[in-house]
């Protein structure tokens, strides 16, 4: 039988943080043993901000071969630059014809990015692309952290709106959502997701941060004036969120952490927390440093050329349906 298709996306600004690994990348590596997985570095989706160009072309890149030290395997997953395959586009044109501007307008994200500046079309757009590149290729399942539910909520009404107005031709995809760690916090601020555009570094864990500088962050990271280490969100979300990441990578349930934890001091925890971090990230980080940059970018390469082939084929089918073929 034919195996199920996954597609998910990660933007390559800024570097990739412990949020990023657990909220979306682990069930990305996850699911690739069930799943026809095609897994995307969404570039285009990455420049809907003023950026610079050399700092830009160089996270691009890098973010390649971090996601394949995280476990993006280039030998049983399709993984390319969405800016390489250009049906990406052109199907977000064509979706875009059957969007409503009110609803795009309502997105949370739309609405917090957007606040303050002057809105651009690319910010308003950036939910169609995104339902274009999970719809491109017929994905069922998408594995995303919990800021991109809406995003899906999307993409669902999109597929029911053409295969209705042109007949099925969209599986209605669902998303993948961990139970746990799908809304990392920030270190500094537990009441905001850890998140790649925080000012502040000291907020989020990256997946190369060398052990010295994840003690430091850890034990910076903000908790609250009492000392009893235990798992409630309304009064200790920052000792919530550190016993949720070290739950994540050590493997331990909360409750057991809490038992171990419970009343050894958040010094002791937070030295506990940085070990479990440090252990769980040491093979992404000698992974990374075992790739070889011109080989990551010959992989990227040969990937977007099976991609342009396979979404030639689907785009045909498009076009066929809304009637620019023939
Ligand atoms: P982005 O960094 O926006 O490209 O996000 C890449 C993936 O990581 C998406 O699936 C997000 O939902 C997920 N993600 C981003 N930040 C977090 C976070 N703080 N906690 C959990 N998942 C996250
Ligand atoms: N919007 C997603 C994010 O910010 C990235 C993304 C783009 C994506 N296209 C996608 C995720 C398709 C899943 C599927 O994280």
Partial sequence: MDRKRVFSGLQPTGNVHVGNYLGALRNWVRLQDDYDCIYCIVDLHAMTGDYDVAAFAEERRNAARVLIACGVDPARSLFYYQSEVPQHTELAWILGTMTGVGQLSRMTQYKDKAKGSEARLGLLAYPVLM?????????????????????????????????????????????????????????????????????????????LDPP????????????????????????????????????????????????????????????????????????????????????????????????????????????QRVGLAG
């Fill in 131 to 207: 339902a274009a590149d999970i719809l491109l290729y017929r994905a069922h399942a998408v594995p995303v952290g919990d800021d991109q539910k809406q995003h899906l909520e999307l993409t669902r009404d999109l597929a029911i709106r053409f295969n209705s107005r042109f007949g099925d031709e969209f599986p209605v995809p669902d998303p993948i959502i961990p139970e746990h760690g799908d809304r990392i916090m920030s270190l500094q601020n537990p009441t905001a997701k850890m998140s790649k555009s925080d000012p502040d570094e000291g907020s989020r864990i990256l997946v």
């Fill in 212 to 319: 010295d500088v994840i003690r430091a962050k850890v034990k910076r990271a903000v908790t609250d004036s009492g000392s009893g280490v235990r798992y409630d969100w309304e009064e200790k979300p920052g000792v919530s969120n550190l016993l949720e990441i070290m739950s994540l990578f050590s493997g331990a349930s909360i409750p057991a952490l809490e038992a171990e934890y419970g009343s050894s001091g958040y010094g002791k925890f937070k030295e506990a927390v940085a070990e479990a971090v440090i252990v769980g990230l040491a093979p992404i980080r000698a992974a990374y440093e075992a790739l070889d940059d011109a080989a990551v970018e010959a992989s990227m390469r040969r990937h977007a050329a099976a991609a342009r082939d396979k979404a030639e084929e689907y785009q045909l089918r498009v076009r």
